[in-house]
């Protein structure tokens, strides 16, 4: 089964900076295009930052220039730096990944979330 394991949140003063790490893991898998989500309390999630196999970034418009968003294909893991950070990027952060094998194709999957507080 594909498991992925998310690191990396916690608590930081507005204008700081964490890294998320999310290490993804399944026998027999491969992964595709990966990604971070957030959802705030009584909102939906949304996307933050997504990036392919190949490299290709895509970014929401609200961390664009303030988050970079990075993978390491030989460690199946991928990174979130997120720097000048606001109040209102507190939420929790999901970890998202396509995986794919022989026997299952490509299917979606979810970390469990890491939180990301930001307060003075």
């Known amino acids: 089964q594909v498991q992925l394991v998310e690191s990396g949140g916690g608590l930081v003063q507005p204008g700081g900076s964490l890294r998320l790490s999310c290490a993804a893991s399944?026998?027999?898998?491969?992964?595709?295009?990966m990604g971070w989500y957030r959802q705030a309390p009584g909102k939906q999630r949304e996307l933050v930052a997504t990036?392919?196999?190949?490299?290709?970034?895509n970014y929401a418009d609200s961390v664009r220039g303030r988050f970079t968003i990075s993978r390491d294909n030989a460690k199946s893991t991928v990174y979130l730096q997120m720097n000048s950070l606001k109040p209102e990027d507190t939420a929790v952060y999901y970890c998202?990944?396509?995986?794919?094998?022989?026997?299952?194709?490509?299917?979606?999957?979810w970390g469990q979330g890491t939180q990301v507080t930001v307060s003075s």
């Open positions: 399944g026998r027999g898998f491969s992964f595709g295009d």
């Open positions: 998202n990944a396509d995986a794919h094998s022989f026997f299952t194709g490509i299917k979606n999957y």
């Open positions: 990036v392919t196999g190949g490299g290709t970034t």
